[in-house]
């Protein structure tokens, strides 16, 4: 399958301060989402992202979560202050159908 | 809303036997069901799926079946082998909408 990358790898951060987190995805894909996996826990829907404009939101995915593609090829995932309960793996994931594929994933740690 | 029930939480085999996962589903209007493979420290990598006018579907070692009147389906494992040992996730997709829903997740270990 083709390749989804994510930067960074691992992110810490002091509670309070801003995130970003990035995402290539395949230019051709149509749907793109982020989810997150708090250790030892399932994982989560946060925001689909479809033609530019946010598509469907959990109710994870709250004011302190924004989600842009700047300029046209990276997805990026904002969190404006973080807290400790953000601490996770935050996955980009793409589609052109219903089948998803996910990047290799950002670990956040928030202290 | 949409919920998954996964089904055992941890499940021990035997090299060469079978195991089973279980999930159910509440929401009829669900129709597509991917299976997912978690290693650890790895993301989740999708193994089989199937949709909801299909009851079974094969790929090799590999088997899903789905019952759409009892909101339910399985994945089948057969010949298992120490690399299969990982994390297993349901999740489903509701028509109308694109996000996936997770199941709690199996951790499969294979005994050598």
């Known amino acids: 399958e083709p390749e989804v990358t994510q930067t960074p790898s691992h992110q810490v951060t002091q509670m309070g301060q801003e995130v970003i987190l990035r995402c290539v995805p395949i230019s051709n894909h149509l749907y793109f989402y982020w989810y997150r996996q708090i250790l030892g826990q399932k994982v989560e829907f946060l925001v689909s992202f479809y033609n530019n404009e946010i598509s469907e939101k959990s109710e994870i995915f709250d004011d302190q979560f924004s989600v842009e593609r700047p300029d046209g090829s990276n997805f990026t995932l904002k969190i404006r202050s973080t807290k400790l309960e953000d601490s996770a793996m935050y996955f980009c994931?793409?589609?052109?159908?219903?089948?998803?594929?996910f990047g290799p994933g950002t670990r956040l740690t928030v202290l | 809303g949409e919920n998954v029930e996964q089904h055992p939480s941890t499940l021990s085999v035997q090299e060469g036997d079978s195991a089973v996962i279980k999930c159910t589903y509440s929401?009829?209007?669900?129709?597509?069901f991917p299976w997912y493979k978690q290693e650890l420290g790895k993301r989740p990598q999708l193994i089989i799926d199937?949709?909801?006018?299909?009851g079974e579907k094969k790929d090799q070692r590999i088997a899903v079946t789905l019952n759409k009147t009892a909101k339910h389906f399985s994945l089948h494992i057969t010949e298992t082998q120490p690399e299969d040992s990982a994390v297993y996730f349901c999740a489903e997709v509701n028509f109308g909408n694109e996000k996936l829903t997770f199941g709690t997740g199996t951790r499969l270990t294979i005994i050598p």
């Open positions: 929401d009829s209007a669900s129709n597509y």
């Open positions: 199937i949709r909801s006018n299909v």
């Open positions: 994931a793409r589609s052109l159908t219903d089948t998803q594929y």
